[in-house]
């Protein structure tokens, strides 16, 4: 809504009969009509997203009828009545530019014939809305006609000539039609916005009503506010709150980022807080801050915090803040702030909020600071919300020792000497009056002595202060550092759970596959077996072979069978025990067995303990055992004693050649036709070697990288020669 015009002034005088609005006022009307129109089109097909806005725009009422005549009878550009507003003001302008027209026709006619010492300029100009001639004063008489002005000097008479008074009293006359015609449409405009008013108005205050909402959400984009969680229980809870004017401030002069956010929790347990800590280090901000938000919260709008910031519905909010001294009213400083102390004593209920700056101060410390306990006391027991500053030393124990009362500071930073402007719950400030006197040039042997007389008991409970100052900040680096280090630690395990995840799925995957080639080979072989007993019937085999071959048809299936159940309990799980070695897929490291469970074993790889599902382990050594590496013995073995691979993962190439030529041998005696290398993954290098071996090996007919189920290319399968 770029403008909202208020027509209310308007709409009182067009009920009325017989008012007129002038142009400008009609025009007024016309744009609170255009917006109505424009914001009603804008939020219908949004409604869905915005039922709240849209229940309220719904209600706006349009007036098409009365639009389209205002904008028909009024130029907006030029705020004045159009010609075609009606046909007889389009017949009068018609007539008046005509007779202007003949009227400067003839005056120059008249102008161009009178010498030049006649006339004192050749222009033609107005006078009392006649046409007029300049003319020097003593040559008057030589133009006859009527005198209507004259020049400040007296050197000039303005003459309207006698032959255009006729002309010049016709235009008049136009003019004044023109007048009436024009107040005749502006009467009849206004009737129709007064029979339109009520409508009107209640668009008026439609629009109003969005325009507020939209200022808020606009404000609280720009200082990125949110609405507070407001509640009856008192509690207070300002989360990264900015003080807006702060905000605004360090805009200008480009510090944005220097505001120091305020975190303020009270309210609940302790009902009035009082807030200690040096001069020039924000105490104040925090109760402006702490009032101006609980006003915004109370006057319907966002506050600059962050989400889920609280705020109570307070009674009243009473603040005694700054200076009010006055001769005028024979006000002394301490005066001032009593008389602000007796008005909220007397009006403050226990659902107040007080803000109190400075509280005993500009009198007698002993009498002021008893003063300040009386008045806190007081406040505290009518559960009251109150947030008190203070230098007085006897306030901070009173807050640590009366139940509903707290401590709080604004931290300072020793070691530069400089406020740092972060409240502290719990703990009480220092004033920092000697350091901030030695920072700001004062003689240090004068801030000596001022700390001798100050007494050891000012310098113990400052040093105790300082003490847990440090302590504060000890603490708070280190809760940052585990709060870092918490969400790096969340972070790998929701990594790690995902990659367990996965591994289960390929776990899963790979036993579905494991068991469907299973199946599939011992149809194949069923199959072929069937069809070669069928062709041995069908060659009238001798029955003694045909029962023969049946024994070793069943033999074969018995074999497939096994293999089915080995491939299918290989993929499944691994057997593992407490104190086996194993290696992790997903870590990529050796560890070791701790506890097994149904679907878990828990593997300890160093200072890293996780529970990993079976498939993602590979064994690497049995618990109080040795690695056991296939080592042929010198006679060779028998094929049933002969293992059908061997492992060399993990060995550097001339220790794994040997140990395979030395397996080649004795698989060749064991009359094996086929063997499988398990080198492994890894980088690779290993199996090119020994690929590369195998091409020139004399016992070795051809080679091939592991199947789907063989190993993939973590093993290699070589045919061997066939010695029989």
Same mark, same amino acid.
């Given at each position: 809504? @770029?403008?909202?015009?208020?027509?209310?002034?308007?709409?009182?005088?067009?009920?009325?009969?017989?008012?007129?609005?002038?142009?400008?006022?009609?025009? #007024?009307?016309?744009?609170? @009509?255009?917006?109505?129109?424009?914001?009603?089109?804008?939020?219908?097909?949004?409604?869905?997203?915005?039922?709240?806005?849209?229940?309220?725009?719904?209600?706006?009422?349009? %007036?098409?009828?009365?639009?389209?005549?205002?904008?028909?009878?009024?130029?907006?550009?030029?705020?004045?009545?159009?010609?075609?507003?009606?046909?007889?003001?389009?017949?009068?302008?018609?007539?008046?530019?005509?007779?202007?027209?003949?009227?400067?026709?003839?005056?120059?006619?008249?102008?161009?014939?009178?010498?030049?010492?006649?006339?004192?300029?050749?222009?033609?100009? +107005?006078?009392?809305?006649?046409?007029?001639?300049?003319?020097?004063?003593?040559?008057?008489?030589?133009?006859?006609?009527?005198?209507?002005?004259?020049?400040?000097?007296?050197?000039?008479?303005?003459?309207?000539?006698?032959?255009?008074?006729?002309?010049?009293? +016709?235009?008049?006359?136009?003019?004044?039609?023109?007048?009436?015609?024009?107040?005749?449409?502006?009467?009849?405009? $206004?009737?129709?916005?007064?029979?339109?008013?009520?409508?009107?108005?209640?668009?008026?205050?439609?629009?109003?009503?969005?325009?507020?909402?939209?200022?808020?959400?606009?404000?609280?984009?720009?200082?990125?506010?949110?609405?507070?969680?407001?509640?009856?229980?008192?509690?207070?809870?300002?989360?990264?709150?900015?003080?807006?004017?702060?905000?605004?401030?360090?805009?200008?002069?480009?510090?944005?980022?220097?505001?120091?956010?305020?975190?303020?929790?009270?309210?609940?347990?302790?009902?009035?807080?009082?807030?200690?800590?040096?001069?020039?280090?924000?105490?104040?901000?925090? +109760?402006? %801050?702490?009032?101006?938000?609980?006003?915004?919260?109370?006057?319907?709008?966002?506050?600059?915090?962050?989400?889920?910031?609280?705020?109570?519905?307070?009674?009243?909010?009473?603040?005694?803040?700054?200076?009010?001294?006055?001769?005028?009213?024979?006000?002394?400083?301490?005066?001032?702030?009593?008389?602000?102390?007796?008005?909220?004593?007397?009006?403050?209920?226990?659902?107040?909020?007080?803000?109190?700056?400075?509280?005993?101060?500009?009198?007698?410390?002993?009498?002021?600071?008893?003063?300040?306990?009386?008045?806190?006391?007081?406040?505290?027991?009518?559960?009251?919300?109150? +947030?008190?500053?203070?230098?007085?030393?006897?306030?901070?124990?009173?807050?640590?020792? %009366?139940?509903?009362?707290?401590?709080?500071?604004?931290?300072?930073?020793? #070691?530069?000497?400089?406020?740092?402007?972060?409240?502290?719950?719990?703990?009480?400030?220092?004033?920092?009056?000697? #350091?901030?006197?030695?920072?700001?040039?004062?003689?240090?042997?004068?801030?000596?002595?001022?700390?001798?007389?100050?007494?050891?008991?000012?310098?113990?409970?400052?040093?105790?202060?300082?003490?847990?100052?440090?302590?504060?900040?000890?603490?708070?680096?280190?809760?940052?550092?585990?709060?870092?280090?918490?969400?790096?630690?969340?972070?790998?395990?929701?990594?790690?759970?995902?990659?367990?995840?996965?591994?289960?799925?390929?776990?899963?995957?790979?036993?579905?596959?494991?068991?469907?080639?299973?199946? @599939?080979?011992?149809?194949?072989?069923?199959?072929?077996?069937?069809?070669?007993?069928?062709?041995?019937? #069908?060659? @009238?085999?001798?029955?003694?072979?045909?029962?023969?071959?049946?024994?070793?048809?069943?033999? $074969?299936?018995?074999?497939?069978?096994?293999?089915?159940?080995?491939?299918?309990?290989?993929?499944?799980?691994?057997?593992?025990?407490?104190?086996?070695?194993?290696?992790?897929?997903?870590?990529?490291?050796?560890?070791?067995?701790?506890?097994?469970?149904?679907?878990?074993?828990?593997?300890?790889?160093?200072?890293?303990?996780?529970?990993?599902?079976?498939?993602?382990?590979?064994?690497?050594?049995?618990?109080?055992?040795?690695?056991?590496?296939?080592?042929?013995?010198?006679?060779?073995?028998?094929?049933?004693?002969?293992?059908?691979?061997?492992?060399?993962?993990?060995?550097?190439?001339?220790?794994?050649?040997?140990?395979?030529?030395?397996?080649?041998?004795?698989?060749?005696?064991?009359?094996?036709?086929?063997?499988?290398?398990?080198?492994?993954?890894?980088?690779?290098?290993?199996?090119?070697?020994?690929?590369?071996?195998?091409?020139?090996?004399?016992?070795?007919?051809?080679?091939?990288?592991?199947?789907?189920?063989?190993?993939?290319?973590?093993?290699?399968?070589?045919?061997?020669?066939?010695?029989?």
């Amino acid at each position: 809504l @770029q403008n909202l015009p208020d027509i209310r002034p308007a709409l009182i005088k067009s009920r009325a009969p017989g008012n007129l609005l002038s142009v400008p006022e009609l025009l #007024e009307i016309v744009e609170i @009509q255009s917006n109505s129109r424009r914001l009603l089109t804008y939020m219908a097909p949004r409604q869905t997203n915005a039922p709240h806005l849209w229940a309220l725009v719904f209600q706006l009422v349009l %007036t098409p009828e009365l639009e389209s005549a205002l904008l028909a009878a009024l130029e907006p550009a030029t705020q004045t009545v159009k010609d075609d507003a009606s046909p007889e003001l389009r017949r009068i302008r018609k007539s008046l530019m005509s007779l202007r027209t003949r009227i400067r026709e003839q005056i120059e006619k008249i102008l161009s014939s009178l010498p030049d010492s006649v006339v004192q300029d050749r222009v033609i100009t +107005l006078r009392s809305d006649r046409f007029v001639i300049p003319i020097r004063e003593n040559q008057k008489g030589k133009l006859q006609g009527l005198v209507h002005d004259q020049s400040a000097s007296g050197a000039t008479l303005f003459v309207e000539p006698m032959v255009t008074v006729e002309l010049n009293n +016709l235009l008049r006359q136009n003019e004044l039609a023109e007048r009436r015609e024009i107040e005749r449409i502006l009467r009849e405009l $206004t009737a129709r916005v007064g029979q339109k008013a009520d409508c009107l108005q209640k668009n008026l205050d439609i629009l109003g009503h969005f325009d507020a909402i939209y200022a808020k959400a606009a404000f609280s984009h720009d200082l990125q506010a949110t609405a507070p969680v407001l509640n009856n229980t008192g509690r207070i809870a300002l989360r990264q709150a900015r003080h807006p004017l702060l905000v605004f401030r360090m805009r200008r002069e480009n510090k944005a980022t220097s505001v120091v956010p305020l975190n303020l929790v009270f309210g609940t347990q302790a009902w009035t807080l009082i807030l200690t800590g040096p001069n020039a280090g924000g105490k104040t901000v925090v +109760l402006k %801050t702490l009032g101006l938000l609980s006003l915004m919260a109370q006057s319907g709008l966002p506050i600059p915090a962050n989400e889920n910031s609280e705020l109570p519905i307070f009674s009243g909010v009473f603040a005694d803040i700054g200076d009010a001294q006055s001769i005028e009213n024979d006000l002394s400083t301490f005066s001032s702030h009593v008389q602000n102390l007796v008005a909220i004593y007397n009006q403050a209920d226990a659902n107040a909020l007080i803000l109190l700056d400075e509280i005993g101060a500009s009198t007698d410390p002993d009498e002021g600071s008893a003063l300040a306990i009386s008045l806190l006391n007081t406040f505290t027991k009518r559960g009251c919300r109150t +947030l008190a500053t203070t230098h007085h030393g006897a306030l901070k124990a009173v807050a640590h020792n %009366t139940p509903g009362m707290a401590n709080a500071s604004m931290a300072f930073d020793a #070691e530069t000497l400089r406020p740092t402007f972060l409240f502290r719950a719990d703990i009480p400030g220092s004033s920092y009056a000697f #350091e901030i006197a030695e920072r700001f040039g004062l003689d240090a042997a004068l801030v000596a002595e001022a700390r001798k007389l100050a007494g050891s008991d000012v310098r113990r409970v400052e040093s105790l202060i300082l003490d847990l100052d440090a302590a504060c900040q000890h603490h708070r680096e280190m809760s940052q550092k585990l709060e870092q280090e918490s969400i790096a630690i969340a972070q790998k395990m929701a990594d790690y759970d995902a990659r367990l995840i996965e591994i289960e799925k390929r776990e899963r995957d790979f036993k579905h596959n494991a068991q469907h080639e299973a199946r @599939q080979i011992l149809s194949n072989a069923n199959a072929l077996i069937e069809r070669t007993v069928r062709e041995i019937k #069908e060659s @009238q085999a001798d029955k003694t072979v045909v029962q023969q071959i049946r024994k070793e048809v069943e033999q $074969t299936r018995k074999e497939l069978d096994g293999h089915r159940r080995f491939l299918t309990e290989k993929s499944a799980h691994q057997h593992f025990g407490s104190g086996d070695r194993v290696l992790s897929k997903t870590f990529h490291q050796e560890g070791t067995v701790i506890a097994v469970s149904e679907s878990r074993i828990l593997v300890e790889m160093g200072n890293l303990k996780a529970e990993l599902p079976p498939g993602d382990l590979t064994m690497c050594q049995k618990a109080s055992q040795k690695p056991v590496v296939p080592h042929p013995k010198t006679i060779g073995p028998s094929k049933g004693e002969l293992p059908l691979e061997i492992d060399v993962r993990g060995l550097i190439f001339d220790e794994a050649v040997e140990r395979v030529d030395k397996y080649l041998d004795d698989a060749v005696m064991g009359h094996l036709k086929q063997a499988r290398i398990i080198h492994g993954k890894g980088t690779g290098v290993l199996r090119k070697k020994l690929n590369d071996h195998f091409k020139t090996h004399p016992l070795v007919k051809s080679q091939r990288a592991g199947q789907r189920g063989e190993g993939d290319w973590g093993v290699t399968v070589v045919e061997l020669i066939n010695n029989t």
